[in-house]
């Protein structure tokens, strides 16, 4: 409950809102995530566009958020600006108490005239940065990284005689593999 009083602005009123369709604009930053106590990301910058469309007995969310969050390479720990992009869908209905249990249903006690979407944004988010955190320089070849450089000079490297074929010890290890398999 605390997280919520912390993100009024995440408040979707609806109950003065007509039927139909409403868009709300939210502009995602690093403070944000802070109050999570999520230290994952280094900065962001996202845009969030939540489309309500209300209806006689419901009410459908979709939720799309576009943007980066500054993270650190797994394999180098260079910083990097990840793109992200994610969608939600929840269904809004009326019942007799709160229930966010479902993530694609949310219930509304009957009387409310509005709810919090800070979680759900907080929640889609998280989930839409990529597991692995790869610095796309390392791809390209255009990152210069100590790290990379260490990495490349411990690569293993392969064993060739003088005139580049392969130690001939190693065929007849192969041969008995061959005689193993019939």
């Not at 919520?4 to 609806?14: A, Q, S, T, W």
């Amino acid at each position: 409950m605390e997280k919520e009083m912390r993100h009024k602005e995440f408040e979707i009123p609806f109950s003065g809102l007509k039927l139909g369709k409403h868009q709300f604009d939210f502009q995602i930053d690093n403070a944000f995530f802070d109050s999570y106590q999520y230290d994952e990301f280094n900065e962001a910058g996202i845009k969030v566009t939540a489309i309500l469309h209300k209806m006689n007995t419901m009410m459908e969310l979709e939720l799309k958020a576009k943007g980066w969050v500054n993270v650190a390479c797994d394999l180098t720990s260079e910083p990097f600006n990840q793109p992200i992009e994610s969608e939600l869908e929840l269904v809004v209905k009326f019942g007799e108490e709160f229930n966010d249990e479902d993530d694609e249903i949310l219930v509304l006690p009957l009387g409310s005239h509005q709810f919090n979407i800070a979680q759900y944004i907080y929640e889609m988010l998280v989930l839409a940065v990529p597991s692995k955190r790869v610095h796309p320089g390392i791809a390209e070849g255009t990152l210069d990284s100590e790290i990379l450089k260490k990495l490349e000079e411990l690569q293993p490297k392969e064993v060739k005689n003088e005139e580049n074929e392969i130690d001939p010890r190693w065929d007849a290890l192969k041969s008995l593999l061959i005689d193993k398999k019939q």
